[in-house]
Nanobody, 122 residues
């Protein structure tokens, strides 16, 4: 099992940047592909980005590509989401998740964090 704890959320002005972190417990972090998802009020949860076990492959939702960057540090058991050029519509709770099957939007994610709130002010 793995436990995930997100951090780094907060209030930021449109056009600004934030870096989210997701710290994983356990010594098997490198066994999991990782993903970031988000859920805005009144909307369904949506895929943001995913990264492979080694970090060598990444994938992004089209609306985030070019603005968000996912990365991981297996030595620190941490996955990151760098978010730049933030827009008001990026306001959401952001979740990280771990998967043994893949890092895409349709992969099965077995473990989820509690989420961190990101709020954009215009």
């Amino acid at each position: 099992q793995v436990q995930l704890v997100e951090s780094g959320g907060g209030l930021v002005q449109a056009g600004g940047s934030l870096r989210l972190s997701c710290a994983a417990s356990g010594r098997t972090f490198r066994s999991y592909a990782m993903g970031w998802f988000r859920q805005a009020p009144g909307k369904e949860r949506e895929f943001v980005a995913g990264i492979s076990w080694s970090g060598g492959s990444t994938t992004y939702a089209s609306s985030m590509k070019g603005r968000f960057t996912i990365s991981r540090d297996n030595a620190k058991n941490t996955v990151y989401l760098q978010m730049d050029s933030l827009k008001p519509e990026d306001t959401a709770v952001y979740y990280c998740a771990a998967s043994t099957t893949g890092w895409g939007p349709l992969s099965e994610y077995d473990y989820w964090g509690q989420g961190t709130q990101v709020t954009l002010s215009s």
